[in-house]
């Protein structure tokens, strides 16, 4: 079943006197379960693309499905509802809040569905401890180490069990080695528990380990390559 | 749903603090403020009262009672005998003084020269522990009840006509059946009020004295009723007024009807000290809207990023008041303790005004007490802090509003 249909969907931004085409005609689905990159340079429209299939943006024109739903017809609320439910994100940085600890930022999407305080903190707990932050809950965003800022931020995506977490060039500012680490994270995390990664990056060496390379060139498909497992042996 | 308000108010709490000088200055503009109003109201509360005071004493009393239309018509003929209501007044526990008098405006002449006088009839025993006239007066030159021919001068009167203790002037006066009567007088002793119009034209003589020579013996112009506190005023007045209901012939006035004068300064002076309380209040929150619009607009990156993790716009409408709301109550704490400090010392140690001014100070008729001091208006201070909270969220509205129209992808485009 795909869960994420897009179909001719364009996006123009007005910018000044002129029009920008960031997507153009693009169709595309993405079925539960996969892990796939959005690959393409600079203003290639990773970036839109993640923001209309997360409802943080509308489409100009296109419908857009999410689990079988037309996300135009839904009001600002329900598109924030949306989002609380069913979307994680992680961002390329700056990405936390910066007076909450690693705890509280975790928790925090927890805190907007009014879960208890209790049941916040042990689901926090769990998924820090599996992302390698044991020891760390308490520390505030600046008192972290980039890999360990974006750590949180993949736990804060997944703490409400969403059905898809998009990640916006997560590993942009981090180094090789822990740019391998998240990744090798993120990809366990969607092998045990199912849940559908997408995220952009044009680091070659990311892009590697993805099961779907979606490549963009300035708004369109330019191509789609599954591989059976990039990542085994 | 509690739960999460609290959560929100614990957020906003770390959220002041991120950037603790510029917090920091607001808040102690607020309570600053705060207690500048809550000090200046108490100690204007604390000379109203002096006001009050000095003014019922020297003046008609708390209560007063009269012949109706003697206080408009000013016509000596409209006297009355206390002697019928004298039970019913003192039996009231919270009074605490009558005075029984009578007024006669009249001429004075010495060997020197004449002045026009008022010539008040009054129970010394009774007047001397209670009329502030009477104060820089020795007992020693008190009127004594055996020797009728005594009388008390205003001191710039006594001067204009060269009149000393145990020298002798005479009144002349129009009696109550219109008839021109004069009597010999004995200065007493003199007397200094600090009032110009008092001390250049009063004459103090025995209410019996002054009854016979008006033509009017065992009646008064005004009995001036005296209570313990100024508070009762409204309760006495009542049963007063119930108890005296069927008497013909006489009238019960609360001060604020029969010194109209008084009242009025004293109400103008109110409202206008309240309009600049205001106006400190009003400049207060446009320092609070300022910090909270500066803060918001810091933060609409982390605003954008709290949207697109799912909360609704309104939730940050929540954020910013409830940023508010903790500054408000936090301004409001801060401000009433230093306002009750100041008030504190106010209240026991007063503003000594001979520093400032060496004559005594005259306003509305009235002469002030030295000492200024501040009373405990704590219900006024209780609904200042709580006007300051309210402000204060006011004045988050529009940061707040700003903060909802953000929308996540501009907000996160930002920085
Ligand atoms: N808010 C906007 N207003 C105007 N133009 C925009 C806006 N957002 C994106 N664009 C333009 O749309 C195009 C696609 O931008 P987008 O950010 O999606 O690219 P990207 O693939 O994410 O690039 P990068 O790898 O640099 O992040 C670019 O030409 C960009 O300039
Ligand atoms: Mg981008």
Redesign the interface.
């Known amino acids: 079943m795909s869960g994420i249909e897009l179909q001719q969907v364009s996006k123009i931004y007005p910018s000044g006197h002129q029009q920008v085409q960031a997507l153009v005609d693009l169709t595309l689905s993405i079925d539960d379960g996969e892990f796939c990159v959005l690959a393409g340079p600079s203003g290639s429209g990773k970036t839109t693309l993640l923001?209309l299939i997360?409802c943080?943006?509308r489409a100009t024109s296109g419908t857009i499905r999410l689990f079988g739903q037309d996300v135009a017809t839904c009001s600002?609320?329900q598109l924030?509802?949306?989002?609380?439910?069913r979307?994680g994100?992680v961002?390329q940085s700056?990405?936390l809040?910066?007076?909450?600890s690693a705890e509280e930022n975790v928790a925090?999407?927890l805190?907007?569905r009014?879960v208890?305080?209790d049941e916040r903190r042990r689901r926090a707990l769990e998924l820090l401890t599996v992302l390698g932050l044991v020891g760390l809950e308490h520390r505030r965003p600046a008192d972290l180490s980039g890999g360990q800022q974006q750590r949180v931020a993949v736990a804060?995506a997944l703490v409400g069990e969403p059905s898809v977490v998009l990640a916006d060039e997560p590993t942009a500012n981090l180094d090789t080695g822990n740019s391998v680490e998240l990744l090798e994270m993120m990809h366990r995390l969607n092998r045990e528990r199912g849940t559908t990664f997408i995220f952009s990056s044009h680091d070659p060496l990311v892009i590697k380990q993805a099961e779907r390379v979606i490549e963009l060139q300035d708004g369109r498909l330019k191509a789609d390559n599954r591989r059976c497992s990039a990542h085994e042996t | 749903m509690a739960g999460l308000w609290w959560e929100l108010l614990v957020l906003a709490w770390k959220n002041l603090w991120r950037n603790r000088r510029r917090t920091l200055i607001t808040l102690a503009a607020m309570s600053l403020t705060l207690m500048l109003i809550q000090v200046l109201n108490n100690l204007s509360m604390g000379s109203y009262r002096q006001m009050i005071q000095s003014g019922v004493r020297a003046g008609s009393g708390h209560l007063t009672l009269n012949a109706p239309g003697y206080r408009e018509q000013q016509d000596i003929a409209l006297a009355f005998d206390v002697t019928p209501f004298w039970a019913c007044i003192e039996q009231q526990p919270e009074v605490q003084q009558a005075l029984p008098r009578l007024y006669l405006p009249g001429l004075a002449q010495s060997g020197y020269d004449s002045r026009g006088i008022l010539l008040q009839g009054i129970d010394m025993t009774r007047e001397a522990g209670s009329n502030p006239f009477l104060k820089s007066l020795s007992c020693d030159h008190w009127l004594r009840p055996d020797v009728p021919e005594d009388a008390l001068l205003g001191i710039q009167l006594a001067d204009q006509l060269h009149l000393k203790a145990g020298n002798k002037f005479v009144v002349t006066l129009q009696n109550s059946r219109n008839e021109l009567v004069s009597e010999l007088f004995r200065v007493r002793g003199v007397l200094q009020t600090g009032l110009q119009d008092v001390d250049q034209s009063l004459v103090l003589v025995s209410l019996e004295r002054a009854g016979l020579l008006a033509a009017l013996p065992g009646k008064i112009h005004e009995l001036a009723i005296l209570l313990q506190e100024q508070q009762q005023v409204g309760a006495v007045y009542q049963q007063l007024h119930e108890a005296l209901r069927d008497q013909p012939g006489i009238e019960l006035l609360t001060w604020q009807q029969a010194m109209p004068n008084l009242y009025h300064a004293i109400q103008l002076d109110y409202a206008s000290q309240n309009a600049i309380l205001l106006i400190m209040l009003v400049i207060v929150v446009i320092g609070i809207a300022n910090t909270l619009l500066m803060s918001v607009m810091e933060r609409s990156h982390e605003f954008g990023l709290i949207l697109a993790l799912g909360a609704r716009p309104f939730r940050l409408v929540e954020l910013v008041v409830a940023e508010a709301l903790v500054l408000g109550a936090l301004a409001a704490v801060c401000g009433a303790v230093l306002g009750g400090l100041g008030t504190w010392y106010l209240w026991a140690r007063g503003i000594d005004l001979r520093q400032f001014i060496s004559e005594e100070i005259e306003y509305g008729g009235i002469v002030f007490e030295p000492v200024l001091r501040a009373v405990w208006d704590v219900p006024w201070m209780a609904q200042s802090a709580l006007f300051l909270v309210v402000l204060s969220v006011m004045a988050s509205v529009y940061p707040a509003l700003r903060a909802a129209r953000l929308t996540p992808v501009a907000a996160m485009r930002r920085r």
């Open positions: 923001n997360g943080l943006d600002a609320r924030a509802d949306f989002r609380l439910q979307i994100f961002f700056y990405n809040i910066p007076v909450l925090f999407p805190m907007l009014g208890g305080r804060r």
